[in-house]
């Protein structure tokens, strides 16, 4: 006995086309999931570079924060040594003050002209002394403002004696630095005489 199959040609064709959705489905979610795999492993290459790169920075921070801590510490040692140097030179200013202060009144003072009182106190120095006339001591007012020690030269008075011939006595004000200010190039000027006594 022959058996035909006589099945409806709707359902075959239904058949063939789920089979066939099924088919482009599962190749869609393949290829997604490709993807997927793909972009997950970039992120992970991605992340594990930068955490490499993260590590070197702060290693290399690391090295640097040494490196500046010890930039700060030279800075340091150098400042402690310009003060310390600093000190040792005015120490030797002052101590080689007083000499330059008497060797450059020496060379101030003229021939004819002879001191017979230097007092200083706090700075202000007072000079007197004797002169054979007006000019010698305008000169030596003159030398002294040429000086880096002294400053301010001030003629107080100048007195004739009262013999004939007698010497002009004088008296100076003037400021006295142990440690020489930096030449201006400007010299201070003298205050004019008060007019001479008569004694």
Known sequence: MIHINLLPVRELVAGVRRRRE???????????ALILAGLFSYQVYALTTLNKELTTLRTD????????????????????FNSKHKVIADLNRKKSGPVGVMESLSVA??????????????GKL???????????????????TTTVYFRDVELVETTQGQEAGAFKKFTIRTSLY???????GKKTATAPAKEEKKS
């Open 109 to 122: 003072t003229p021939s004819r002209l002879w001191l017979t009182e230097f007092k200083e106190i706090g």
């Open 22 to 32: 099924l088919t482009v489905g599962a190749i869609v979610v393949g290829v997604a």
């Open 178 to 184: 142990y440690l020489p200010q930096p030449a201006t």
């Open 61 to 80: 921070i690391q090295v640097l924060n040494v490196k500046v801590k010890e930039v700060g510490e030279l800075q340091t040692r150098i400042k402690e």
């Open 126 to 144: 007072t000079i007197s002394g004797f002169a054979a006339d007006n000019q010698t001591v305008a000169d030596f007012l003159k030398s002294l």
